[in-house]
């Protein structure tokens, strides 16, 4: 796929684009000293500390670059991981940077001229073993009769207004602040209240996947 | 489906509006909930505080029709200026659980039959009646909550204290914050924090003592986490004996072993002394040293009696004291590094920083609570970091009218709406304001908490009635207390909204109208008085709590103690109420202006609200021309006590090698009685489980959803591990979510308690681990 021509819509977003020109926004998290407090709650250390770092300014830009259709078409079912939309080396050349130098910190691409998606899983480093280039090729080896389910729907809440439930599991997209914030995120699960940094206090996990359990009692 | 050409046009309106946000967003699509029938779609908002937490969170409900549809939280509260939790926005779902007790149920050949309520109130006012008649008026006992509204808990001690001339009045924040009171009482001399949430906005460090607030206050400690992002100079010290989401949040994280925040309190103490950092003009001005008994026990034994006795003490010999408490000593005890140790010390005495101390369960549930609630203001009071925007120690509490029915009001054993029943003007004030003759209320406190249950087992007492709370699933040692309410001869009236395990032990079940259904007041951790209104009708049968008590009072002859009507009834007893706080220390807003406001804060004077109380800026009631002025002690003084390390009831040992400590998850609530009800809480957290370090866990051959078995001497419990997960307790100890009434943890806890307080420490006893 080629990198798209399309230019930066409004006022906003040109602004937003001079300010992060060329340089990373997400800063990387520091580790601690202990393993497991990264591991436990889902990886919640991440969301925190993100949420620190990152400038508000950051948190709070869009840019309309990425949408949930584009966002499904490098997927093959919700939750895969999505295959990689620009050239690319063929074969991993064991420098893990290549891809992190730009989706571990976000910020604009003058090569694509589109602000880039920030990884929810910046610690994983060898990328190639899930995310393959997407190419044309001329005829397929043999069709396949692949389907698979409706994404996610957008806006679900158990009662009006009320903070939508999550609808995705956590397993490696642990870090809401990656994908639902900056210029880099899909416009329609851009959140507009990028300020509020304790994501789970409001919205927790229900799969949508999943069957809707029920409390009955025991006795 | 019958439309009539209104509807319909709505209807269509309404699904272009939908098909145009699908062109726009592709994907979207709304959510689908059960519609509600014959609805306008215009929705109205009423304020309310929050029914679950103490933080108090104002929210608005939006009404449609005769239900309530929506939540959102209210810009004008200064307590979350609009932002809820989870649990706050999805409340009102709490309301329309398909098992709601609407109806009366009485117990008829050991089976439970549905009874008009007024015959239900009959019956409860004549077995008082035949219960008093047969076995004194010490026989019948009310057990309440710190989840009753203000009237509730009023006209509780009215009936029970005033009319029945009993103390046998109880509330389940025994449990909660009793701790937080008498540390508050022996400290300072009156009750309640000095400091408000507005600290949150002018302190640069924030120390949680054992206190995941990431969870149990998340609105707050979102505010904190706001703060350390927007102005950059602030840190959090997570000081806790668990990994949890708030040390995830936290600067700095310490662990110290299960109660050596003893030993680690005056170990800062220690280090403030020595590199003088004490405050001494402040310290020479506003403190005096005291000591009290040590060596005090645990309450473990029926009838156990303490009365602590406090002697003076000079500096010089407060400091003696402390010698025992180096870092390094301390280190050894705590596991706490000597550094970390010296670390906080610092944060605490740099003049330059302000820092607020918070702490909720952790300290109080804890048979030295009133000792650590203490020890921590000794830290304040010695830097003099107290009563000032920013700076001070701040007591949170767990349950939303905690402070407001059961500490203002009174509604323990030893209470009164002002002062205690052992003072002859307090008990003389009460009678006068409830038009009873003199001598009516009985100058001795019967039974706490705790030995209330040890009495209704040992038969002492006969008659109890719980209202809004669940002790079934809540008490510790659970089967002693089960059994002793389902033993012959003993009569359990539970008004509630929900069937429970403790409506499972009821001789009477009255359906209860909950939150909104009712107008009330409730009364948060930083003084604030809130009050609702009646949002929408209670279901079937179910009646207020204040109301089935005045009920039954007039029933039993008190028709002069309680002559309000229906309609107007909170409001009269709010006025009636507030006679008992007249004054600059305690003034309370009139009804009227609470009406109109998102909560006010007391004292209330002069039409102004008190933030920070002993500091003349914003106390009315401090001395003129004083810097401070703690008015609560006789001495004008805060006291700084000289308390001990000393070690839990129960302490792993090599049969019982955990230590077991329990508590909250941040989607439910209590014991889930309402959030397992509703549908996104309960599927966020299923279940309840236990935490296990990973390498206990692989000892054990425990793998993450395996059924572990949980034994103490008290008893067992099996359930499944949970490794990794929401938190991580350290090598050696488990913890347990107390929500889930499939998995009562309480049948293995222990019911020993802080002999000053009386409150049980849920947080430690020794247990032993089996893959089951």
């Not at chain 2, 009750?191 to 924030?206: K, L, Q, S, T, W």
């Not at chain 2, 409730?522 to 008590?549: C, K, L, Y």
């Amino acid at each position: 796929m080629k990198p798209s021509e399309k230019t930066i819509g409004s006022l906003g977003y040109l602004l937003a684009a001079v300010c992060f020109l060329g340089i990373g926004i997400v800063q990387i998290i520091p580790a601690r000293a202990s393993a497991d407090l990264l591991l436990y709650d889902l990886g919640g250390e991440s969301l925190y500390k993100q949420y620190d770092i990152t400038p508000d300014s950051y948190l709070s830009a869009g840019s309309g670059d990425r949408n949930l259709n584009g966002f499904y078409d490098l997927r093959q079912y919700p939750g895969s991981p999505p295959r990689i939309p620009h050239p690319a080396e063929d074969s991993f050349s064991g420098k893990t940077q290549n891809c992190l130098s730009c989706h571990a910190r976000g910020g604009y691409s003058p090569e694509y001229q589109k602000f880039i998606p920030v990884t929810p899983h910046p610690d994983k480093e060898l990328c190639y073993q899930c995310h393959v280039p997407l190419k044309e090729v001329k005829r397929r080896f043999q069709e396949n009769n692949w389907e698979s389910i409706n994404p996610p729907r957008l806006g679900r809440s158990a009662l009006g207004g009320s903070p939508p439930m999550i609808p995705h599991s956590l397993q490696l997209r642990e870090n809401c602040i990656a994908c639902h914030t900056g210029p880099g995120a899909v416009v329609e699960i851009r959140i507009g209240h990028a300020a509020r940094g304790n994501c789970r206090q409001c919205h927790v996990p229900m799969v949508q996947t999943e069957p809707v359990r029920v409390f009955s009692r025991t006795r | 489906m019958n439309l009539d050409r209104r509807s319909f046009l709505k209807c269509a309106a309404a699904c272009s509006a939908m098909a145009a946000a699908g062109s726009i967003f592709p994907g979207i699509s709304f959510a689908d909930w059960k519609k509600q029938e014959g609805a306008s779609g215009m929705i109205t908002w009423k304020k309310a505080p929050c029914r679950f937490c103490g933080t108090g969170c104002g929210v608005l409900v939006g009404v449609s029709g005769d239900r309530a549809v929506a939540v959102k939280g209210d810009p004008n509260c200064s307590v979350n200026k609009g932002l809820c939790c989870v649990k706050g926005y999805h409340s009102v779902q709490a309301l329309y659980g398909a098992d709601r007790i609407t109806t009366a149920k009485v117990k008829r050949d050991g089976k439970m039959v549905e009874v008009p309520i007024k015959e239900a109130l009959d019956i409860v006012a004549a077995k008082i009646k035949e219960t008093i008649d047969k076995h004194g008026k010490n026989s019948v006992a009310i057990y309440g909550s710190g989840q009753w509204t203000i009237p509730d808990g009023y006209v509780a001690s009215k009936l029970f204290k005033g009319c029945l001339g009993t103390n046998n009045v109880e509330a389940n924040a025994r449990l909660c914050m009793s701790s937080a009171v008498t540390g508050f009482m022996t400290s300072f001399g009156i009750d309640e924090p000095m400091g408000c949430y507005e600290d949150i906005d002018h302190a640069n460090v924030f120390i949680t003592w054992g206190n995941n607030m990431a969870e149990m206050h998340p609105v707050l400690f979102s505010r904190i986490l706001a703060n350390r992002k927007r102005r950059k100079d602030v840190e959090i010290i997570d000081f806790a004996t668990r990994s949890t989401r708030s040390s995830q949040a936290s600067d700095k994280s310490i662990l110290f072993k299960p109660q050596t925040d003893l030993a680690v309190a005056n170990a800062i103490c220690h280090e403030i002394i020595r590199n003088n950092w004490v405050n001494w003009d402040f310290v020479n001005k506003h403190v005096s040293f005291h000591k009290g008994k040590t060596n005090i026990g645990y309450g473990l034994e029926d009838k156990f009696q303490f009365a602590d006795q406090e002697e003076p003490l000079t500096f010089d010999q407060y400091k003696a004291f402390l010698d025992d408490y180096t870092p390094e000593k301390v280190e050894k005890i705590s596991g706490v590094p000597a550094r970390d140790i010296k670390y906080m010390a610092a944060l605490y005495g740099d003049p330059i920083k302000k820092v607020t101390s918070f702490w909720c369960m952790g300290m109080n549930q804890h048979t030295r609570g009133t000792w650590i609630n203490n020890l921590v203001y000794n830290i304040h009071l010695l830097v003099g970091k107290i009563s000032t925007p920013g700076s001070g120690p701040f007591s949170l509490t767990g349950q939303p009218s905690a402070c407001g029915t059961v500490r203002e009001v009174g509604t323990l054993t030893h209470a009164l709406p002002h002062g205690g029943v052992a003072n002859a003007e307090d008990r003389a004030m009460a009678e006068k304001i409830w038009d009873l003759p003199a001598g009516s209320i009985d100058p001795k406190p019967t039974y706490h908490t705790v030995e209330m249950f040890r009495a209704l087992d040992r038969g002492d007492i006969r008659f109890i009635w719980i209202q809004v709370t669940n002790p079934m699933v809540t008490l510790p040692k659970l089967k002693r207390y089960r059994e002793g309410a389902l033993k012959e001869d003993r009569f359990v009236v539970v008004s509630d909204v929900y069937p429970t395990p403790t409506t499972d032990v009821a001789d009477v079940i009255l359906p209860a109208a909950m939150w909104i259904e009712k107008e009330g007041l409730f009364g948060n951790s930083e003084r604030r008085t809130q009050h609702w209104e009646q949002i929408v009708p209670p279901p079937g049968e179910a009646m207020s709590d204040t109301w089935q008590i005045i009920e039954v009072a007039r029933r039993l002859g008190f028709e002069k103690q309680f002559p309000w009507s229906e309609t107007e009834y909170i409001g009269k007893i709010w006025e009636e109420y507030r006679r008992f706080h007249e004054g600059p220390k305690h003034n309370m807003a009139p009804y009227t202006v609470l009406k109109e406001r998102s909560g006010v804060q007391w004292p209330f004077v002069n039409g102004k609200e008190t933030r920070w109380r002993f500091n003349p800026v914003y106390d009315p009631a401090c001395d003129k021309g004083r810097d401070f002025h703690f008015y609560g002690q006789k001495d004008n003084r805060a006291w700084i006590w000289a308390r001990p390390y000393e070690p839990a009831a129960e302490s792993p040992d090599k049969e019982y090698n955990f230590w077991l400590n329990t508590g909250r998850v941040i989607e439910h609530w209590h014991t889930g009685s309402m959030t397992m009800r509703v549908p996104v809480l309960y599927n966020a957290v299923p279940s309840s489980y236990v935490e296990i370090h990973p390498d206990d866990a692989a000892d054990l051959g425990v793998v993450n959803g395996e059924m572990v078995k949980i034994i103490s001497r008290r008893g067992s419990v099996t359930m499944p591990a949970s490794i990794l997960g929401r938190g991580v307790p350290p090598r050696g100890q488990v913890f347990v979510p107390f929500f889930d009434e499939r998995y009562l943890i309480n049948e293995v806890t222990l019911d020993a308690f802080c002999p000053i307080s009386k409150q049980p420490d849920y947080k430690k006893c020794a247990v032993k681990l089996e893959k089951a």
